[in-house]
């Protein structure tokens, strides 16, 4: 085959575990005896959709008593108005003390602030009263419950009644080694970086999902254990198929070259020490061994960064049965062809050129 130049965006395969987008534990605000759930466990809830019914008579009690204490301190605010009303006249007649009048002034007053502490205190009651009710917080995807009907909700219980998780979205957290950040920082100052490109969610058996995440940050902090950092990135999940805790393999964008050269990995040889080679057909039609330094490997082809130049010939099968300096008579070389096929063909070619191989 002759080698070609084509722009081909090179990326990191990784793994990573898929995380909830949002997580919320559900806890009461309030002590009592859950007398109802009101969900059905790993069912999709709304944000203020109820979900525990705590026991909400002692509360309505209190909520009652507050009321009590609202009206008598309106009664007794009123009172000290229309007191402090009479004596206005009567202590610019000095009919009355002074003090007296004053008496009357900071009755008034005094009431009036109980009257405030009264209605702060039964807005108190009235919230206790909500809570009562459980809700949801946020949209999401519901747990089991860890609870059950006739259990006491305590506000400082350890473990949550249950826990919503929003997955409509999600993010996967990969870790990477930190060498890769200093190899983008250089391909975005040499203008390769391929920024805002699309990152692939693969299953655990490498099957893609019909998902596109993006790429949100990466992590500046060093793992000194295993000099990694974290990236995170952020996938649409309206089917729910990514779930939190899964573990998957995210392929993350690294850079894009736009003169890559790329020859087939069957083309590629190497020796003991791990050394890669290729064997070209030079323009006089003789074979050359030429060692070549190569890069990642994508689609069944492998990226060569040193020792071919585009236009040369490359011999992708046949290369065993030729020695440098041999005289060859290529013939195009066709992907996915039947082995068998191929090797009667090469045969074929063999013959019309002497022996002397493809």
Not at 51 to 58: E, G, K, N, R, V
């Amino acid at each position: 085959m002759t080698i070609s130049p084509s722009q081909i965006a090179v990326a990191d395969e990784l793994p990573g575990r898929v995380l909830a987008y949002r997580i919320a534990e559900i806890r009461p605000q309030v002590n009592g005896v859950i007398q109802r759930r009101l969900f059905e466990q790993g069912t999709e809830v709304r944000a203020g959709q109820p979900l525990f019914q705590i026991d909400s008579a002692p509360f309505r009690a209190d909520v009652g008593t507050a009321e009590a204490s609202l009206q008598r301190a309106q009664a007794t605010l009123a009172r000290a108005r229309t007191q402090e009303e009479r004596l206005a006249p009567l202590v610019k007649a000095d009919a009355i003390s002074g003090q007296a009048y004053d008496d009357a002034v900071a009755a008034r007053d005094q009431a009036a602030a109980e009257l405030a502490q009264s209605r702060a205190t039964l807005q108190r009651q009235q919230v206790d009263l909500g809570f009562a009710t459980i809700r949801s917080p946020i949209s999401g995807r519901i747990d089991q419950a860890m609870v059950t009907e006739g259990a006491l909700a305590s506000t400082g219980a350890a473990e949550p009644l249950a826990t919503v998780q929003q997955i409509d979205r999600v993010y996967v957290d990969v870790r990477q080694p930190a060498a890769r950040l200093e190899m983008l920082r250089e391909a975005a100052r040499a203008g390769t970086a391929d920024q805002g490109a699309p990152v692939e969610i693969l299953g655990s058996g490498g099957q893609p999902y019909p998902v596109t995440g993006r790429l949100l940050f990466s992590g500046i902090s060093v793992d000194p254990g295993t000099g990694e950092v974290i990236a995170r990135v952020e996938v649409p999940n309206p089917t729910r198929a990514l779930l939190p805790g899964m573990f998957v393999r995210a392929r993350l964008p690294r850079l894009t070259l736009p003169d890559a050269l790329t020859v087939p990995e069957q083309a590629v040889l190497r020796d003991a020490t791990g050394n890669a080679s290729v064997s070209v057909v030079g323009k006089d039609g003789k074979v050359e061994v030429r060692p070549i330094s190569t890069g990642d490997a994508r689609n069944g082809a492998i990226i060569v960064t040193q020792g071919l130049k585009a236009g040369e010939t490359v011999i992708v099968e046949g290369q065993d049965r030729v020695q440098p300096g041999a005289q060859v008579k290529p013939v195009p070389w066709r992907q996915g062809q039947p082995q068998g096929q191929g090797q009667s063909q090469n045969q074929s070619q063999d013959d019309n050129a002497g022996g002397s191989g493809r």
